[in-house]
């Protein structure tokens, strides 16, 4: 048993002090109790930790190498996405290990517990696939071995380089399966994380309409079997008018009409939606998986917050292309791009919740249900992915309650996180990850040997 002691805490029914939380050996809260007497570890402000549920960990690598604009006078992420591809054809499974345990480590210190990581990287260059087909997810899986990160491992069906079923491009056939074969490598997946802490769960991921044909979507819902079911939607007008021109209906429109949404799916971005479509959406149950700062990085547009809101919409947060990992600038850049869109203030605030408030338990809940994870509370029989500020910080001095978040969000940043626990395991202390040099030195050795990637 291990026992923590915050001086506040926010629990399912709001902020309480001198709080006792316990936790056991296989990372699950069983006691939490109010004004208790300091005993065990003590901490400042104690919140839970919410699952970053959108990654493509191998993009880290690519952070600050595309910001130059090519001869291309449209600069996009479609003239981006030729730079990945390009960059990819260089990485190796021993590549793709160091970086993701890079990626899971920084996520960590930034205050996340969970990485749910859609994984699409499958093969070799060329697209041949590995003798073992499950390889890259091996690597993944070993990376969250040595972080201690939770993980959902989400492997990504792609098939197809657009509606009309064209064969994938250069860049992408190292994604590519076509159904049975990516049955066979789920399978293998599903071994693994068998193998895995018992806080890891396997969901899986149709890339999207246009990667995948709308039948492999329902047969990747019976495969899914009730566990997380991702897909991007609705992230870029080219996507949405290439959706339209083959379906006759835009995508968000065509997956309420087709695809049974409820709270298994997780759409990733939804940036590109028409009124109509984001009241549909977010009263489906279906999460909306926002990524704020890459969505702002490669140009995709603003999600309707404020509306999904309004309709009682779940939301959840991840760092995508990873440009940069912060959970404090993620849930800031949501909120400040609904602000400059609309000319208004503490847009997602009501009357009850302060923004960073509502925010913050909004990412929890929904984080929780899209990584397929029993986490998001400070309560008994949950597991015990928690982060602790620091109650000493300048930045957090005389303030309480709602104010805490409000300033760690939009104040400060994720130098206020000094402890992270996931499920259990004490990962990030005094704001360091426990093997943050050896993990470090590692990555840095990666990127000497990719420095002329792109």
């Given at each position: 048993?291990?026992?923590?002691?915050a001086k506040t805490a926010?629990?399912?029914?709001?902020?309480?002090?001198?709080?006792?939380?316990?936790?056991?050996?296989?990372?699950?809260?069983?006691?939490?109790?109010?004004?208790?007497?300091?005993?065990?570890?003590?901490?400042?402000?104690?919140?839970?930790?919410?699952?970053?549920?959108?990654?493509?960990?191998?993009?880290?690598?690519?952070?600050?190498?595309?910001?130059?604009?090519?001869?291309?006078?449209?600069?996009?992420?479609?003239?981006?996405?030729?730079?990945?591809?390009?960059?990819?054809?260089?990485?190796?499974?021993?590549?793709?290990?160091?970086?993701?345990?890079?990626?899971?480590?920084?996520?960590?210190?930034?205050?996340?517990?969970?990485?749910?990581?859609?994984?699409?990287?499958?093969?070799?260059?060329?697209?041949?696939?590995?003798?073992?087909?499950?390889?890259?997810?091996?690597?993944?899986?070993?990376?969250?071995?040595?972080?201690?990160?939770?993980?959902?491992?989400?492997?990504?069906?792609?098939?197809?380089?657009?509606?009309?079923?064209?064969?994938?491009g250069a860049g992408q056939?190292?994604?590519?399966?076509?159904?049975?074969?990516?049955?066979?490598?789920?399978?293998?997946?599903?071994?693994?994380?068998?193998?895995?802490?018992?806080?890891?769960?396997?969901?899986?991921?149709?890339?999207?309409?246009?990667?995948?044909?709308?039948?492999?979507?329902?047969?990747?819902?019976?495969?899914?079997?009730?566990?997380?079911?991702?897909?991007?939607?609705?992230?870029?007008?080219?996507?949405?008018?290439?959706?339209?021109?083959?379906?006759?209906?835009?995508?968000?429109?065509?997956?309420?009409?087709?695809?049974?949404?409820?709270?298994?799916?997780?759409?990733?971005?939804?940036?590109?939606?028409?009124?109509?479509?984001?009241?549909?959406?977010?009263?489906?149950?279906?999460?909306?998986?926002?990524?704020?700062?890459?969505?702002?990085?490669?140009?995709?547009?603003?999600?309707?917050?404020?509306?999904?809101?309004?309709?009682?919409?779940?939301?959840?947060?991840?760092?995508?292309?990873?440009?940069?990992?912060?959970?404090?600038?993620?849930?800031?850049?949501?909120?400040?791009?609904?602000?400059?869109?609309?000319?208004?203030?503490?847009?997602?605030?009501?009357?009850?919740?302060?923004?960073?408030?509502?925010?913050?338990?909004?990412?929890?809940?929904?984080?929780?249900?899209?990584?397929?994870?029993?986490?998001?509370?400070?309560?008994?029989?949950?597991?015990?992915?928690?982060?602790?500020?620091?109650?000493?910080?300048?930045?957090?001095?005389?303030?309480?309650?709602?104010?805490?978040?409000?300033?760690?969000?939009?104040?400060?940043?994720?130098?206020?996180?000094?402890?992270?626990?996931?499920?259990?395991?004490?990962?990030?202390?005094?704001?360091?990850?426990?093997?943050?040099?050896?993990?470090?030195?590692?990555?840095?050795?990666?990127?000497?040997?990719?420095?002329?990637?792109?």
């Amino acid at each position: 048993m291990t026992v923590i002691w915050a001086k506040t805490a926010l629990l399912t029914d709001g902020w309480a002090d001198d709080v006792r939380v316990e936790f056991d050996t296989n990372g699950k809260i069983t006691f939490v109790r109010t004004d208790q007497p300091e005993e065990g570890k003590k901490v400042g402000i104690l919140l839970a930790a919410p699952p970053n549920v959108h990654s493509h960990a191998f993009q880290r690598a690519m952070a600050g190498l595309t910001e130059r604009r090519g001869p291309d006078p449209s600069d996009s992420f479609w003239t981006w996405r030729q730079l990945m591809f390009r960059f990819l054809d260089r990485l190796t499974p021993e590549h793709v290990e160091g970086i993701a345990a890079f990626v899971q480590m920084e996520m960590l210190e930034a205050g996340y517990a969970t990485n749910v990581e859609f994984h699409y990287l499958h093969h070799q260059a060329g697209g041949v696939p590995y003798a073992n087909l499950a390889e890259m997810s091996e690597r993944i899986a070993a990376a969250a071995s040595l972080s201690g990160i939770g993980l959902t491992l989400l492997p990504v069906h792609y098939q197809y380089g657009g509606c009309d079923r064209r064969a994938l491009g250069a860049g992408q056939i190292r994604f590519g399966n076509n159904f049975d074969r990516f049955a066979k490598l789920h399978e293998q997946a599903n071994k693994l994380i068998r193998s895995m802490p018992a806080d890891s769960t396997l969901g899986l991921a149709p890339h999207s309409l246009r990667a995948v044909a709308p039948e492999d979507i329902k047969n990747a819902l019976r495969l899914a079997n009730g566990n997380p079911i991702h897909m991007h939607l609705a992230e870029q007008i080219p996507e949405v008018e290439e959706v339209e021109a083959h379906y006759g209906a835009r995508p968000v429109e065509w997956f309420l009409e087709n695809c049974e949404p409820d709270p298994n799916w997780c759409l990733i971005h939804c940036t590109q939606m028409e009124p109509h479509e984001t009241t549909g959406l977010a009263k489906s149950g279906a999460i909306a998986g926002l990524c704020p700062i890459t969505e702002s990085s490669l140009g995709d547009g603003i999600f309707d917050g404020a509306r999904w809101f309004n309709e009682n919409g779940s939301i959840a947060i991840g760092s995508d292309s990873n440009i940069r990992i912060s959970l404090s600038e993620e849930l800031r850049t949501l909120d400040y791009s609904q602000r400059l869109r609309d000319n208004t203030r503490a847009a997602l605030a009501t009357p009850a919740l302060s923004t960073g408030r509502r925010l913050f338990e909004a990412v929890n809940n929904g984080g929780a249900v899209a990584a397929g994870r029993k986490c998001g509370h400070i309560a008994e029989g949950y597991l015990a992915d928690m982060i602790a500020l620091d109650n000493d910080s300048v930045h957090l001095a005389g303030k309480s309650g709602d104010t805490i978040l409000d300033s760690y969000i939009f104040a400060s940043d994720d130098h206020l996180v000094k402890e992270v626990w996931s499920a259990g395991r004490h990962v990030v202390t005094d704001g360091v990850h426990i093997k943050h040099e050896e993990i470090t030195n590692r990555y840095k050795e990666i990127m000497r040997q990719l420095g002329d990637a792109i």
